[in-house]
């Protein structure tokens, strides 16, 4: 099993920045794409970025340009920092890890999820 922990979210004004955390633990040999998802109030829940232990990033269109994902595979860590933020960013952002992440297939383990509320 591997557990995630998301660290991170929080209240943040419009056109402002944000970054999130997540730490992997357990068996982390079985993981090789980490990424994020968000999931906004009454919407399904949607790739942000995802990235592979060898360092293939991969961006979903609301967020490119706006967010960088990096990985530490020695810390087991993931982390997005999102910039310019809008509030539409405003949802719940997950942290998923496994063998293969892309627009349409998650990986197999999730974190409990952190709040990201752009407001004035």
């Known amino acids: 099993q591997v557990q995630l922990v998301e660290s991170g979210g929080g209240l943040v004004p419009p056109g402002g920045s944000l970054r999130l955390s997540c730490a992997a633990s357990?068996?982390?040999?079985?993981?090789?794409?980490m990424g994020w998802y968000r999931q906004a109030p009454g919407k399904q829940r949607e790739l942000v970025a995802a990235?592979?232990?060898?360092?293939?990033?991969n961006y979903a269109d609301s967020m490119k340009g706006r967010s960088t994902i990096s990985r530490d595979n020695r810390k087991n860590m993931v982390y997005l920092q999102m910039n310019s933020l809008k509030p539409e960013d405003t949802a719940v952002y997950y942290c998923?890890?496994?063998?293969?992440?892309?627009?349409?297939?998650?990986?197999?383990?999730w974190g409990q999820g952190t709040q990201v509320t752009v407001s004035s």
């Open positions: 357990g068996s982390v040999f079985v993981i090789d794409a």
């Open positions: 990235i592979t232990s060898g360092g293939s990033r």
């Open positions: 998923n890890a496994g063998t293969l992440i892309t627009s349409t297939r998650s990986g197999a383990y």
